[in-house]
């Protein structure tokens, strides 16, 4: 049981077209973390949510958005979507109230850009 | 950039051999360090981790992993790998503003 919960498991959409993904961190943890994983390739860090707010972004462009809801649940939101983007995208949930708090990951959401 | 560089893409052992994976990291000040495993069909989970004090850490099912400042290196060790440890080993580190940055991998196969 990974505890992390994402949905959905695999998605193929077409080029220009908007994706949402959504993802429950595990139980007890309040910030969540969103990483695009290509084939071959480690994870890599799209934003940080905590608090309903972005904390913390990496190198994507604007059409990566997010949004965190009380209940600590996370949705990532890509607008006009390029083949590029074809991808594993993660979900980590962690706790910031412990210092320096692992990642605990989800299965990932498959995405396929034709 | 902060970066994490793995030195091997694939490692096939056989059982009973001993397993050292390379990382070295690329940061300029004070990190926490991680190595993360992937199972086949399973996600991502937590290996071992270092964030102070005595710079030689051990996880879970007999690894251990070694952080050598001086070498920004943290590598990863076994002395007798099992055909259950066949993987994935993603090494990472972060820093306390959260953001954590991760190697591409290396897979191990580990031959029966």
């Known amino acids: 049981d990974a505890g992390v919960t994402q949905s959905p498991t695999h998605l193929i959409k077409t080029r220009g077209q908007q994706v949402t993904l959504r993802c429950s961190p595990k139980s007890g943890h309040d910030t969540v973390s969103w990483y695009q994983q290509a084939l071959g390739q480690g994870p890599q860090f799209i934003f940080q949510?905590?608090?309903?707010?972005?904390?913390q972004r990496g190198n994507f462009p604007d059409r990566f958005s997010g949004h965190q809801f009380p209940n600590y649940s996370s949705e990532l939101n890509v607008n006009a979507l390029l083949l590029g983007d074809s991808a594993l995208y993660l979900c980590a949930s962690s706790y910031t109230g412990t210092a320096n708090s692992p990642l605990h990951f989800g299965n990932g959401t498959r995405l396929t850009v034709t | 950039a902060q970066s994490v560089s793995q030195h091997n893409h694939h490692v096939i052992l056989s059982e009973a051999a001993s397993l050292e994976l390379g990382c070295n990291y690329s940061y300029g000040g004070t990190v926490n360090l991680f190595w993360y495993v992937q199972y086949p069909g399973q996600h991502l989970q937590l290996l071992l981790k270092?964030?102070?004090?005595?710079?030689l850490v051990k996880g879970i099912k007999g690894f251990e992993a070694e952080f050598i400042k001086s070498k920004f290196s943290f590598n990863l060790r076994k002395p007798s790998v099992q055909w259950s440890d066949t993987a994935e080993y993603f090494c990472a580190f972060n820093t306390n503003a959260g953001k954590s940055t991760f190697g591409d991998g290396t897979t191990l196969t580990v031959k029966p």
């Open positions: 949510y905590y608090e309903e707010e972005e904390r």
């Open positions: 270092y964030f102070s004090g005595d710079p």
